[in-house]
């Protein structure tokens, strides 16, 4: 359904550390990407469009859906630390992937995307499990969420 989607994202800046560009950069292009096309649909929600706030608070991720007018129509969180190995795990292979690009071989280069690739495939199931009781969501979408959630966890 057309109306079942994010037409807003936001995440939650207060105190964030300068983010390096590639990380920026992430950013950018998740948000760009899940605004175009994504499926959003809320177990006990009227349609939307909405808009999604996403934060951290106490240990836990917080989704804070409205609806176009900014009034309230859920919010919930996700314990932080159920992500927590598959975000450190990603970041890790993340950091390998940008070295790598600067000294390793395409094949090498690509053996390290392929397992990049993977864990934010897993994360992404993560995220949709979690979220299942609470909204919805596809695949893509979930891609693109897990990867604004990894952005709400760099530290600087």
Do not use: W
């Amino acid at each position: 359904m057309e109306e079942q989607r994010i037409a807003h994202i936001a995440l939650d800046e207060k105190n964030v550390p300068r983010r390096s560009p590639q990380v920026e950069h992430e950013r950018q292009v998740a948000i760009y990407d899940l605004l175009e096309n994504n499926f959003f649909s809320p177990v006990a929600a009227q349609p939307g469009p909405f808009h999604l706030h996403l934060s951290i608070r106490d240990g836990r991720l917080i989704f804070d859906v409205r609806d176009e007018l900014a009034a309230d129509l859920l919010r919930f969180g996700l314990a932080a630390k159920s992500f927590r190995r598959i975000i450190r795990d990603y970041f890790l292979v993340c950091e390998t992937y940008f070295q790598a690009i600067k000294t390793k071989t395409p094949s090498q280069i690509e053996a390290i995307d392929m397992g990049r690739r993977g864990l934010h495939n897993e994360g992404a199931e993560v995220l949709r499990e979690r979220l299942a009781k609470h909204v919805e969501i596809d695949h893509q979408t979930a891609r693109r969420l897990f990867t604004l959630v990894c952005v709400l966890h760099v530290k600087g």
